[in-house]
């Protein structure tokens, strides 16, 4: 198992590469900038983590309002506010594709498929390396998230992949309690970390708010042997926190980037973050893939 994981990491960027030579970029860059009106993008697992991303690239890009949201939402929440959705699917054909989809709204799915649907819009990126044999989404969620950067950076694939390269980490493994210290601007860096840790049963992730983590949620570290990992966008604000979590926790693990436009940097902060759970892998003995 513990070489499906290697070979995983090992083709993460040819993949990313491999991708941009083979899709339409053109394409999809063209019907992302026709998205005018309010938009809600969704996907589940390592999918949900590309719809985090999603949202703010339009958000940012397009300047409307985005949401990400988990297909079940669609059932309960009021969509009338909203004129496009988009669902971010590796397969393009699971049930949350189809929660996402059973509206009025104008759609778009984001995947390695396509399918004969005149009511939707493929925006299909295509690989040629072979598929990705894996439990946790590896390529299935950088190569998306990939290609929405490209977006937003108008085309600077050089940049991206630039930013695609390996992480060594070393901290003391032995708590099982990892609080991660996040926000808007790490939110889909965030967002694998917690997907990841639970659903390859690597360790318990506790998501903080870096500013609500100042309104009682100090507690928790104090009566609970818990490792830390802070996303640090070196604000004066999270150098006071640094400083001030030394004493609550076992190890503080500090991920940053020198990118400073935030949606640059989170991208940059996702692929640390998945180096960050390789190396938790291994030291656990387990496979991610």
Do not use: W
């Given at each position: 198992?513990?070489?499906?994981?290697?070979?995983?990491?090992?083709?993460?960027?040819?993949?990313?590469?491999?991708?941009?030579?083979?899709?339409?970029?053109?394409?999809?860059?063209?019907?992302?900038?026709?998205?005018?009106?309010?938009?809600?993008?969704?996907?589940?697992?390592?999918?949900?983590?590309?719809?985090?991303?999603?949202?703010?690239?339009?958000?940012?890009?397009?300047?409307?309002?985005?949401?990400?949201?988990?297909?079940?939402?669609?059932?309960?929440?009021?969509?009338?506010?909203?004129?496009?959705?988009?669902?971010?699917?590796?397969?393009?054909?699971?049930?949350?594709?189809?929660?996402?989809?059973?509206?009025?709204?104008?759609?778009?799915?984001?995947?390695?498929?396509s399918f004969d649907n005149s009511d939707v819009?493929?925006?299909?990126?295509?690989t040629t390396i072979d598929k990705e044999r894996?439990?946790?989404?590896?390529?299935?969620?950088?190569?998306?998230?990939?290609?929405?950067?490209?977006?937003?950076?108008?085309?600077?694939?050089?940049?991206?992949?630039?930013?695609?390269?390996?992480?060594?980490?070393?901290?003391?493994?032995?708590?099982?309690?990892?609080?991660?210290?996040?926000?808007?601007?790490?939110?889909?860096?965030?967002?694998?970390?917690?997907?990841?840790?639970?659903?390859?049963?690597?360790?318990?992730?506790?998501?903080?708010?870096?500013?609500?983590?100042?309104?009682?949620?100090?507690?928790?570290?104090?009566?609970?042997?818990?490792?830390?990992?802070?996303?640090?966008?070196?604000?004066?604000?999270?150098?006071?926190?640094?400083?001030?979590?030394?004493?609550?926790?076992?190890?503080i693990i500090v991920i940053s980037s020198p990118?400073?436009?935030?949606?640059?940097?989170?991208?940059?902060?996702?692929?640390?973050?998945?180096?960050?759970?390789?190396?938790?892998?291994?030291?656990?003995?387990?496979?991610?893939?």
């Open positions: 198992m513990e070489k499906n994981m290697k070979i995983n990491f090992e083709y993460l960027k040819r993949r990313v590469e491999d991708a941009f030579d083979k899709t339409d970029l053109e394409f999809i860059r063209r019907n992302l900038l026709e998205l005018k009106k309010p938009t809600i993008v969704s996907g589940v697992g390592g999918s949900s983590v590309v719809s985090t991303f999603g949202a703010k690239i339009i958000n940012q890009k397009n300047h409307i309002i985005t949401q990400s949201s988990e297909p079940r939402d669609f059932i309960y929440q009021n969509l009338s506010g909203f004129k496009n959705v988009i669902s971010c699917s590796y397969s393009g054909k699971n049930y949350g594709v189809d929660l996402s989809f059973a509206n009025d709204l104008k759609k778009y799915l984001l995947s390695n498929n819009t493929y925006l299909e990126y295509k894996s439990f946790i989404s590896l390529g299935a969620t950088l190569i998306p998230i990939s290609i929405l950067l490209d977006y937003y950076l108008d085309g600077n694939a050089n940049r991206i992949l630039e930013l695609i390269e390996p992480t060594t980490f070393t901290f003391d493994t032995e708590s099982d309690i990892y609080e991660i210290f996040s926000g808007y601007d790490t939110s889909t860096s965030a967002k694998y970390l917690e997907s990841t840790l639970v659903e390859s049963g690597l360790a318990i992730p506790i998501v903080h708010d870096k500013y609500s983590y100042c309104h009682g949620r100090s507690t928790l570290s104090t009566v609970q042997r818990s490792n830390a990992i802070y996303f640090n966008r070196e604000t004066d604000f999270d150098k006071m926190m640094l400083e001030e979590l030394k004493p609550y926790y076992n190890e990118a400073k436009d935030q949606v640059e940097a989170d991208f940059h902060m996702l692929v640390q973050s998945m180096y960050l759970t390789k190396y938790l892998a291994e030291q656990r003995e387990k496979d991610l893939s």
